[in-house]
């Protein structure tokens, strides 16, 4: 994008500058009003701006005459006034940062400018091309699979997963997603952990998504429009809910039933033990934008579980479907249990009732 940075503070300008240039994009500067004024004779998307003095000015100015179809303006705050912050939103102004500027801040900044440009242009009414589909893994000829894990591993669902989660996370962050290597450069700091637990099949999956503190800070910036480590912990904690949705949805196509429950937060230590469960296990990258989402999934055959209904506890999936002693149905099996519902159970049911329960939970 053509960046026009506008600061009567020369080693300010120069600073915001340079930034701007270490994103790749288009740099020109101005000092004086003199000098924006002609700058913004020629198409700029962005204008980053001190609004001090004149500058709510050339805010207004930008936003009566420009020929963009919508330049972005990003006021630059230096101890400046509630009121003279508001005097420049009321100008047009459509965001601000704190001086000095830094990298974080910018980057996140220019990507909403960018989405902006992105949906002000013809081309972004053009129909999108539908997503590529990945056929299933061929199997040998006459070749059986050996359990059901090795057929959901055979299915166009596993062969699609990473399509499928990297477009659903795409899709919620606005950002572009691309699936790549899995990459493991950096430490991971924030993780979250799925179970999926197919009843029927006997089946667990397990997820994990993975990301280092730079990444889930970018991608808080762009998120909130601010960062912390509880708001980057939520950004991944969402990442994972809508993954779990897609993975079930697109399992589910094909006959595959999973159970998932929410999300929880993984300790960094234990993340390797916890998506290494399983016979397969596949890991890989989804870049969004500039971030690295670190996937990895393993799913194995199980065995479901038989225990004394006086050991039902929140969170076990019922593995087949539960009757009282009168031959009615209580439960069908695949069914989440909560606390109350445990509780329910133990009061209702016969004492030394047996209940089979999926492995796993």
């Known amino acids: 994008m053509r960046v026009l940075v ?21 740099v ?12 913004l004779g020629v198409a700029i998307d962005v204008v980053i701006i001190d609004p001090k003095t004149s500058g709510v000015e050339l805010i207004r100015t930008v936003r009566e005459g420009h020929r963009q179809p919508y330049t972005y303006v990003l006021a ?76 959901v591993t055979r299915s166009a669902a596993w062969a699609n997963m ?7 996370s795409a899709t ?28 029927e099949s006997e089946l667990e999956a397990r997820v ?34 809508i993954a779990m949705g897609a993975l079930k949805t697109s399992f589910s196509a094909e006959s595959f039933h999973f159970t998932g429950s929410l999300p929880k937060r993984l300790a960094p230590a234990d993340v390797a033990v916890f998506g290494a469960s399983g016979q397969f296990v596949e890991s890989f990258c989804v870049r969004l ?27 076990m999936v019922l593995a087949k479907d539960l009757f009282n002693a009168r031959g009615m149905l209580v ?6 249990l909560s606390s109350t519902t445990a509780d329910k159970l133990q009061r209702t049911l016969p004492t030394g009732t047996t209940v089979e329960i999926a492995a796993g939970t």
């Open 208 to 241: 994990t998504l993975g990301l280092d503190h730079r990444d889930a800070t970018a991608l808080a910036m762009h998120l909130f429009g601010e960062s912390s480590d509880e708001l980057a912990a939520d950004v991944l904690g969402e990442i994972g809910n």
């Open 6 to 26: 506008i600061d009567r503070d020369r080693a300010a300008l120069a600073h915001t500058a340079g930034l701007v240039r270490g994103l790749d994009h288009e």
């Open 172 to 199: 919620f962050l606005t950002l572009p997603g691309v699936i790549a290597p899995a990459d493991h450069a950096a430490p991971i700091v924030f993780a979250s952990g799925i179970l999926l637990s197919s009843v």
């Open 289 to 315: 934008a500039d971030a690295r989402l670190h996937v990895r999934i393993g799913i194995a055959s199980t065995k479901n579980q038989i225990i004394d209904m006086m050991k039902l506890r929140e969170g």
């Open 76 to 151: 630059i705050s230096k101890q400046q006034t509630d009121a003279e912050i508001r005097d420049a939103y009321d100008a047009g102004c459509d965001g601000d940062v704190h001086g000095p500027v830094e990298t974080i801040d910018l980057r996140a900044r220019l990507a909403v400018a960018a989405r902006i440009r992105s949906a002000a242009s013809p081309a972004a009414a053009a129909p999108k091309a539908p997503p590529k589909v990945v056929a299933a893994r061929p199997a040998p000829a006459g070749a059986k699979p050996a359990s059901a894990a090795e057929a």
């Open 331 to 336: 439960l069908a099996g695949g069914t989440r």
């Open 28 to 39: 020109h500067t101005a000092s004086t009003d003199v000098e924006a004024r002609d700058k």
């Open 162 to 168: 990473a399509a499928n989660l990297a477009q659903a």
